[in-house]
């Protein structure tokens, strides 16, 4: 099983769509979650933490289960500019990040 | 915004060549990281390092790389012998003033390509 696995994408959604990616992790000790974004041939870049509470900001709303061991992002109101790939990334025990594969969004007018 | 900065921004080379790839981490940073992404596939822990010594490293990380902080702001990645898998975008990660590392703060990224 993958450390941290993530939907297949590519998702391909018009403007002003709602759209959200699912994540799962394979590691019951890891201690922190976050997702994100990477355009293409560019540095990861930190979108938002997520919190067992769920969280929000702005349009982008996360979520963590961790009885399911099961993170989400939920993309309100999509933009031409959130065409990404969305990166669920894990933090373990010992600080270092583990990153899912991706998935790719592209937006489209 | 202080930021994280490497170089080169690409660098071709032979097969068999050693490569050293910078990275200026954030001043007052305590944490750094290695980590890469081979064209197409995920990002990949490679090392971790604090207090002058590697903290972790992964199964990729092995004999040919190596990590040196030399004057407290530089903090170098050397393959020594380059091999054609090694080809991938290598990204130098900084964190932490503190007890625990906190948010990674990446670097644009040095693009090595081994022919």
């Known amino acids: 099983r993958k450390e941290v696995e993530q939907d297949p994408g590519p998702f391909n959604v018009p403007e002003g769509a709602t759209v959200a990616f699912n994540c799962t992790y394979s590691n019951s000790a890891s201690q922190s979650f976050f997702w994100y974004r990477q355009d293409c041939r560019k540095e990861p870049k930190l979108l938002m933490s997520?919190?067992?509470s769920g969280n929000e900001d702005g349009r982008f709303t996360a979520q963590l289960n961790r009885a399911s061991q099961y993170i989400s992002l939920l993309i309100r109101d999509s933009k031409l500019s959130d065409s990404a790939t969305y990166l669920c990334v894990v933090r373990d025990s010992s600080y270092k990040l583990i990153f899912g594969s991706g998935t790719r969004l592209l937006v489209r007018p | 915004e202080p930021e994280v900065t490497q170089t080169p921004s690409h660098q071709v080379t032979q097969m068999g060549q050693e490569v050293i790839l910078r990275c200026v981490p954030i001043s007052n940073h305590l944490y750094f990281y290695w980590y890469r992404q081979i064209l197409g596939q995920k990002v990949e822990f490679l090392v971790s390092f604090y207090n002058n010594e590697i903290s972790e490293k992964s199964e990729i990380f092995d004999d040919q790389f190596s990590v040196e902080r030399p004057d407290g702001s530089n903090f170098t990645l050397k393959i020594r012998s380059t091999k054609l898998e090694d080809s991938a975008m290598y990204f130098c990660?900084?964190?932490?003033?503190?007890?625990?590392?906190?948010?990674?703060?990446f670097g644009e990224g040095s693009r090595l390509t081994v022919l």
């Open positions: 997520v919190y067992s």
């Open positions: 990660a900084s964190s932490g003033r503190g007890a625990e590392p906190g948010e990674l703060f």
